[in-house]
Nanobody, 124 residues
């Protein structure tokens, strides 16, 4: 399985970015997908997840109300729309594919495959 993340970059506080993660090599629509992030000097942390059909969505408290996860099974792609970005959102963002159809996270033990990461930098 290959997970190719894109869409990271430099943005000012209050701005928006949309991350995308394209999957290949494994039945995308059969598994939950999600995003984690690793802030500078910190451990990787859970951000959001979506089940195989998109009917169940989970967010960490840090991003709830500002970030939106979605998926397009026809395009084998999961998205993370990030609005009202804050400097503390600065991190390398990783997409992940779950071992399961209905659940991913917050523990990394649920992750079957990782993407390569895309850097998001939010300036104050």
């Amino acid at each position: 399985v290959q997970l190719q993340a894109s869409g990271g970059g430099l943005v000012q506080a209050g701005g928006s970015l949309r991350l995308a993660c394209a999957a290949s090599g494994r039945t995308f629509s059969s598994y939950a997908m999600g995003w984690f992030r690793r802030p500078p000097g910190k451990e990787r942390e859970y951000v959001a997840a979506i089940n195989l059909a998109g009917g169940s969505i989970y967010y960490s408290d840090a991003v709830k109300g500002r970030f939106t996860i979605s998926r397009d099974n026809a395009k084998n792609t999961v998205y993370l729309q990030m609005n009202d970005l804050k400097p503390e959102d600065t991190a390398v963002y990783y997409c992940a594919q779950s071992k399961y159809e209905g659940w991913l996270g917050p523990s990394e033990i649920d992750v079957k495959f990782w993407g390569q990461g895309t850097l998001v930098t939010v300036s104050s």
